[in-house]
């Protein structure tokens, strides 16, 4: 398997929730180090990215928890700008990319990513229909391209990596395989609203899958 970096995307405003969510507890540990708990199992560092004018502790809680924070270059775009950011941080071939706000991330997941890896510029999971960009594998070299997708104005990660399977380029990684590795696909859950937090919280008190 490639030597791998995890990124977390951490820019984000939270309007719905009204409050920074990689600081939120969830089984009573900062979401943020549920995370990086998760990634340094193997990821072989941690590039936590946030935005340039963000005024919360989200930036000081990752020096803390010892991960090489760096700011978004395209505030305002969503998580493509993050990504981009996010790998021209990274020193491996690879890194896997994942929002501030997935208290479940699967450290199972990102090995059986990096094993299909060879060959591919991403491994992407599909659940439900739908790629998941923010639980995905990215060779680093595809900075360059986001960038230039970035400077066209196409803001969409999911677009993107069409473009890559397409091209053959990219690898999705079925929902099947992924519910072998987590059942219930809490690896794929996000925290967006109170209701998702009650949620997740409520997770804990239930077995891990």
Same mark, same amino acid.
Request: charged share 25%; net charge negative.
């Given at each position: ?14 309007? !719905? ?7 939120? !507890? ?152 992924? !519910? ?18 009650? !949620? ?10």
């Amino acid at each position: 398997m490639p030597a791998i970096t995890g990124i977390i995307i951490a820019g984000g405003r939270a309007s !719905r929730l009204g409050q920074s969510k990689p600081l939120l !507890r969830v089984g009573g540990k900062l979401m943020l180090a549920r995370i990086a708990e998760a990634l340094e199992k193997v990821c072989r560092e941690i590039v936590l990215v946030v935005r340039s004018d963000q005024d919360d502790a989200v930036a000081d809680t990752g020096l803390a928890l010892r991960m090489h924070v760096v700011a978004d270059n395209f505030n305002d775009v969503g998580p493509f700008g993050g990504i981009e950011a996010g790998l021209r941080a990274t020193t491996t071939e690879f890194a896997f990319v994942t929002g501030a706000d997935h208290p479940f991330v699967s450290h199972a997941l990102i090995f059986a990513l990096g094993e299909l890896s060879d060959g591919y510029d991403a491994v992407v999971p599909e659940i439900g229909g739908l790629l998941q960009p923010l639980q995905a594998l990215y060779r680093t070299t595809l900075m360059d391209e986001i960038k230039s997708a970035l400077q066209a104005d196409q803001r969409s990660p999911m677009n993107f990596l069409r473009t890559l399977i397409e091209a053959n380029r990219a690898l999705v990684y079925p929902e099947e395989s992924a !519910r072998e590795i987590s059942p219930e696909l809490r690896a794929f859950v996000d925290v967006d609203s109170p209701d998702d937090l009650k !949620r997740a919280r409520a997770m804990f008190l239930h077995s891990w899958d």
